[in-house]
């Protein structure tokens, strides 16, 4: 019996660019081939699953409720990245 249930509904998605080892990888593509879902479901699925069930991080976070998330320095005040060229095009026109 599969630990991670098929999908029931949508969520917001954000893009994050990450790195895995070999095996993991490997792991990670077999197990969404075996329920039938895509990659990105699988390891949001085991971030839930697995920080779910850590009781000292659930009481931190009730404590600690801001987004970690960090901003990225070439980020436009509308959220999206700035061309390549445009970060010394704003500098200079400041």
Do not use: C
């Amino acid at each position: 019996m599969a630990l991670i249930k098929p999908r029931t509904r949508g969520k917001r998605l954000v893009r994050h660019r990450t790195r895995l080892d070999w095996e993991t990888n490997e792991t990670l593509y077999a197990y969404a081939h075996f329920i039938g879902e895509p990659t990105e479901y699988v390891i949001n699925q085991v971030i839930d699953t697995v920080l779910g069930k850590d009781k000292d991080f659930l009481l931190w976070r009730a404590d600690h409720q801001g987004s970690f998330v960090p901003r990225h320095p070439d980020a436009a005040p509308n959220g999206r990245h700035r061309p390549a060229g445009a970060k010394a095009a704003a500098a200079a026109s400041s």
